[in-house]
């Protein structure tokens, strides 16, 4: 189901996350039906209202802090990964790549950040290699750590990050990309098949608010 022109409660958006994409199976990410069907000057699903972000400290894989709440003022598209996904990262990657071409001089006002998925797997070597074939070297903060570390903010983010019981090396995670308004809210949410358009039209509002 496409997230495109829905406007969702503020309870939903995190909800939301916990629907699983399952890296190397064919599930796709579900919604509640329910949502709004109101218009929004958005592309994509929308929080009704905005929700202050959760909290977000880590290491990125080249051993630099990150903290979120130092990005206020600045839109910030967030998703959580894993570097040996075979089929929803990759896309997730592609698109947000795409996306930051397409905003030509705007990109330098948006921060891409992948969060780690699989604590074992995503190491500093893999993160540069995932991020060298994607070419979001320089583009994209990708956070890793322990997996207690990473259990806290997945659990503060409501996301899902769990062995495949079907195939043992995949991750069954949430596959979205959340949008960060400059207030530091979440206000728009993508899903992993995302039209790189979506984030073209939305960055610049996001921007603004």
Not at 27 to 47: F, I, L, R
Not at 59 to 69: C, E, I, M, P, V
Request: with cysteine; hydrophobic share 40%.
């Amino acid at each position: 189901m496409s997230l495109r022109g829905k406007t969702l409660p503020a309870a939903l958006l995190l909800a939301a996350a916990v629907a699983v994409a399952g890296c190397g199976s064919s599930k796709q990410a579900k919604h509640d039906s329910t949502s709004s069907q109101k218009v929004s000057q958005y592309s994509g699903a929308v929080a009704n209202p905005p929700k202050p972000a959760p909290a977000l400290i880590l290491k990125d894989s080249t051993g630099k802090k990150f903290d979120l709440a130092q990005y206020r003022g600045k839109t910030v598209l967030i998703t959580f990964l894993y570097t040996h996904c075979p089929d929803v990262c990759p896309l997730i990657a592609g698109n947000l790549h795409t996306s930051l071409l397409q905003l030509g001089p705007k990109a330098s006002n948006v921060q891409v950040v992948a969060v780690s998925a699989d604590p074992k797997g995503d190491t500093p070597k893999t993160v540069a290699a995932f991020l060298a074939k994607h070419q979001l070297t320089g583009k994209m903060r990708y956070l890793i750590g322990s997996r207690k570390a990473l259990e806290k903010v997945w659990l503060r983010w409501g996301i899902v990050a769990k062995p495949d019981p079907k195939t043992p090396n995949a991750v069954e995670h949430s596959g979205l990309v959340y949008g960060i308004a400059a207030s530091g809210k979440i206000t728009t949410l993508y899903p992993a098949n995302f039209k790189p358009a979506d984030i073209v039209h939305d960055v610049p509002i996001l921007a603004a608010h």
